[in-house]
């Protein structure tokens, strides 16, 4: 499986000094500022008017958490940690900033469906809009406005005078149409089936084992049934039902607990029916 990577900004910050010297806020707040100008080049960031403040044109992100975070850990894992906590933060910055006034219409043709991990409950806001998928992952909905994405809430339905099943239809349909054109490129396992892998770093791969007809061109690719994984939001891992598993179990399981934006390591038996746990049984095939 290919591994993630930072974009090559490994260069950017001097990590290891900088936080060894017990910089303030200020300049915490300086290297912050110079990832979102490398990271984000489009995105207007400034200082805001407290030390802890960057200022975007979608709001405000308070920089405190973040700092005593990173801060407390490990000097190698400081800069991959920094930049996960960033891209989450701007995931949340602009929830609140009237999207649930737009119309219909328009925000409608912006609607895509996310593959979350349950308790994202603690992290995002209890009126966030989920549905069940599969034991280990939900189906949350995001606005994507290019550089930034705002998770629907419950309260957006009414003023748009749509239910939660409108916005499911939609919003697939829509990530249906964005992939039509993603190659399901497949390789010979280890030991005998094939596989395939999706990553092509949109931030929907996984949520791509969401949509009807995206599986049914992993089924003829794979047969059916196939095995899936969508051990993070940037990746999904498939295999014929006559390749060994154990490998793939291992490296979703990994992956689920090490990469950014975390899903679930559960695997799942996926046919024509739709997507379900894989039994002990189904994983122990060859």
């Known amino acids: 499986m290919r591994r993630r990577v930072f974009f090559g900004l490994a260069a950017v910050m001097p990590f290891q000094a900088a936080f060894g010297q017990s910089a303030d ?43 005593g975070k990173v801060r407390q850990l490990p000097a190698d894992k400081r800069q991959a940690a920094l930049l996960d906590y960033l891209d989450r933060m701007l995931e949340r910055v602009g929830q609140t900033n009237g999207a649930d006034r737009d119309s219909w219409a328009e925000m409608s043709q912006r609607l895509r469906p996310r593959l979350v991990p349950p308790n994202i409950r603690l992290t995002l806001p209890v009126e966030l809009l989920l549905r069940a998928f599969a034991t280990g ?37 829509n990530l249906e149409a964005l992939s039509e054109d993603v190659e399901i490129k497949v390789s010979e396992a280890k030991g005998g089936g094939r596989f395939t892998a999706i990553s092509t770093d949109d931030s929907y791969d996984a949520a791509r084992l969401v949509l009807p007809r995206f599986r049914s061109r992993l089924l003829v690719a794979l047969g059916e049934p196939f095995l899936a994984g969508i051990p993070n939001r940037d990746f999904l891992v498939a295999w014929s039902a006559d390749a060994p598993s154990a490998k793939f179990v291992e490296r979703v399981a990994e992956d689920s607990r090490q990469q950014p934006y975390p899903i679930t390591g559960t695997i799942f038996r996926v046919d024509q029916q739709g997507v379900r746990p894989a039994t002990t049984a189904e994983l122990r095939k060859r």
């Open 25 to 67: 806020m200020r300049s915490f707040r300086a290297q912050v500022l110079d990832i979102l100008r490398q990271k984000y080049p489009q995105m207007q960031a400034k200082a805001g008017n407290e030390d802890s403040l960057v200022e975007i044109e979608a709001g405000t992100i308070n920089l405190t958490n973040i700092h």
């Open 137 to 173: 992952a939900l189906t949350a909905y995001v606005l994507d406005h290019g550089r930034q994405v705002d998770y629907v809430q419950r309260s957006m339905l009414a003023p748009w005078g749509v239910d939660s099943q409108r916005v499911h239809d939609v919003a697939v349909a």
